[in-house]
């Protein structure tokens, strides 16, 4: 089950490759992959939110210019540093080895890289916040 | 941007010291140019970050930091661990910078960075031309 709000086509294009994603499924226990500002107030680790492109992000103007290339912000949350390596590195092979087909009809090809930002601990949940930066140009 | 014992990002321009070292080696007039732009790109990165960085208590708008390197060709700007902890306090700067489970990311440091940037290759720019244009008439 997961919870999007993604209107943007990169994102949509990113959130149907990882909710259509079995093994991802099975490395998140049942939790989900949300878009930003959806997450369930009772999520419990681990789970993947999707910060949003440029354009589809909900944040201040500022911040919005930040990642204004065509990039996604990808956040795990996880128990431990080693949680969320397995699930930063299963995303990686996935979404490196993807073409994102954001027409639907093969005409707007795009490929990524993903890319580890920082470690951080999450004092609201005690675990670990992994950032990650996906990177996309046209194919 | 780093993340270890603090936060910052960092602006090294390699390609000025090359200008600077081998093509006009002997052109004082370029490299007072070269390290004022660097000084005026400083300066203008750490307004736009201090004005940036959240300021519910004020003190990581008081402990930001512009630091330069020894030749003034490259500077950082950003925060150190040790300010917080000599103030008893945990270094929180990466929970604003990239958020945390409950609360978005704000990020001070991208934006203000990509504004510097394009400011410095602009002139740059210039002052590389204008100086190339001296030489071609032997002024």
Redesign the interface.
């Known amino acids: 089950v997961t919870a999007f709000s993604a209107a943007w086509p990169i994102d949509k294009a990113v959130a149907t490759t990882l909710t259509g994603d079995a093994p991802l499924a099975a490395l998140l226990a049942g939790e989900q992959v949300y878009s930003q500002g959806t997450v369930a107030p009772d999520a419990a680790l681990d789970y993947v939110v999707l910060a949003g492109s440029a354009e589809g992000d909900a944040r201040p103007a500022f911040q919005r210019q930040a990642w204004a290339d065509g990039a996604l912000t990808i956040d795990v949350y996880a128990a431990d540093k080693g949680r969320a390596l397995v699930i930063y590195g299963h995303l990686r092979r996935l979404l490196d080895g993807t073409v994102l087909d954001l027409s639907g009809d093969g005409r707007t090809l795009l490929r990524g890289r993903l890319s580890l930002v920082a470690t951080i601990a999450d004092p609201p949940t005690g675990g670990v916040h992994l950032v990650a930066r996906y990177a996309t140009w046209a194919k | 941007?780093a993340?270890g014992r603090g936060l910052a990002t960092k602006i090294d321009v390699r390609n000025v010291r090359g200008v600077v070292a081998n093509l006009f080696a002997a052109d004082q007039r370029v490299q007072r140019g070269v390290r004022a732009l660097v000084a005026d790109t400083a300066g203008r990165q750490y307004q736009r970050t201090a004005d940036?960085t959240p300021k519910d208590t004020f003190f990581s708008v008081e402990h930001l930091r512009l630091d330069f390197t020894p030749d003034h060709l490259g500077y950082t700007v950003g925060w150190r661990a040790e300010d917080y902890e000599a103030a008893g306090l945990a270094f929180y700067v990466?929970?604003f910078v990239?958020?945390?489970?409950?609360?978005?990311?704000?990020?001070p440091l991208?934006?203000a960075q990509?504004e510097a940037d394009g400011y410095m290759r602009t002139r740059l720019g210039r002052i590389v031309r204008t100086a190339i244009a001296r030489k071609a008439v032997g002024a």
């Open positions: 941007m993340v940036l990466p929970y990239f958020g945390t489970s409950t609360s978005p990311a704000q990020d991208t934006p990509r």
